[in-house]
């Protein structure tokens, strides 16, 4: 498939009408028209639909858009690339993978340390679930990638180095006004009777885990497609929802969290491959140590 075509789709959808998309990318109505009507018939599917005021992606052109902007980034990083070697400035990125609590908290502040160290460097962050870095790393996508042994835990491979950065304790996030909100360290008993979310089955089973071992159980009602959706609910009052203690110093502001008396823990890695390693890469690790012992104290 021609990428233009892919990059004309993803303008429509971020101008939310073909007119618009064509004056952008200067080109005509109908020949917008006509590129995202020959991508519907090469996927046999509609990718846009008709509304008031002008189109909006279909579901499943909602999933072809979130893939297509992850392939537009790639293949302009490629392009860069090449012409840096061209002109003889070509320098390394540095890929970087992590759980999406990790690349919102302390993988940010370090690589802002990195930064400071190593000077110029380019460097792109792609957030994942741990087995899926874990893949990603021995594909050669990721330099780095910054994981957890959370439930389903960890895959022993000794084709990647795992350096063990530190135990992250889990605690629960309540919107503010909750009354338990500003008191704390409190037993699981006491939010047996709340409603839960979750986002992920490795949190959630953290959470049946910890419950089980107080003799109680923990009543997941909600499911989030993510992150910010399971903070979502809880900023809005549907439910409290378990975190791992590292996105504490990223919340938004409505929302609070309570300790937990013996929370649940996870153990956080760095993981990098044993061949072709990023000169960076240990640097990184260096410096996500610091971040998460500060942000432990």
């Known amino acids: ?18 007119s618009a998309a064509a004056a952008e990318l200067h080109h005509t109505q109908s020949a917008v028209s006509r590129q995202i009507a020959g991508l519907e018939r090469q996927l046999g599917v509609p990718l846009v639909e008709r ?20 392939t537009l980034d790639e293949a302009d990083r490629a392009v860069r690339a090449v012409r840096d070697v061209r002109d003889g400035v070509w320098e390394r990125p540095l890929a970087i993978g992590a759980t999406p609590s990790l690349a919102a908290g302390i993988v940010p502040l370090a690589v802002r340390g990195l930064l400071e160290q190593a000077g110029s460097l380019r460097w792109s962050l792609r957030p994942a679930l741990s087995a899926q870095l874990h893949g990603r790393v021995m594909a050669g996508d990721l330099d780095i990638a910054v994981v957890t042994d959370a439930p389903p835990g960890l895959t022993a491979d000794p084709r990647v180095e795992r350096r063990f950065l530190g135990l992250d304790e889990m605690v629960v996030v309540v919107p503010l006004g909750h009354p338990r909100a500003g008191h704390g360290p409190v037993h699981i008993q006491a939010l047996a009777d709340q409603a839960w979310a979750e986002d992920n089955e490795g949190s959630a089973a953290l959470l049946r885990q910890h419950a089980a071992r107080a003799g109680a159980s923990a009543r997941i009602d909600l499911t989030a497609a993510d992150l910010p959706g399971k903070l979502a609910l809880v900023a809005t009052g549907h439910a409290i929802a378990l975190i791992p203690g590292v996105l504490t110093c990223a919340l938004r502001a409505d929302v609070t969290t309570v300790a937990l008396v013996d929370p649940p823990t996870r153990g956080i890695y760095t993981i990098t491959p044993h061949h072709d390693v990023h000169p960076c890469a240990a640097s990184l690790h260096d410096q996500l140590a610091a971040v998460f012992t500060a942000a432990d104290g």
């Open 1 to 18: 498939m021609d990428l233009t075509v892919w990059r004309t789709f993803v303008t429509v959808c971020r101008a939310g009408s073909l």
């Open 51 to 70: 509304h008031a005021r002008g189109v909006r992606p279909t579901p499943a052109g909602e999933v072809f858009r979130r893939h297509a902007l992850a």
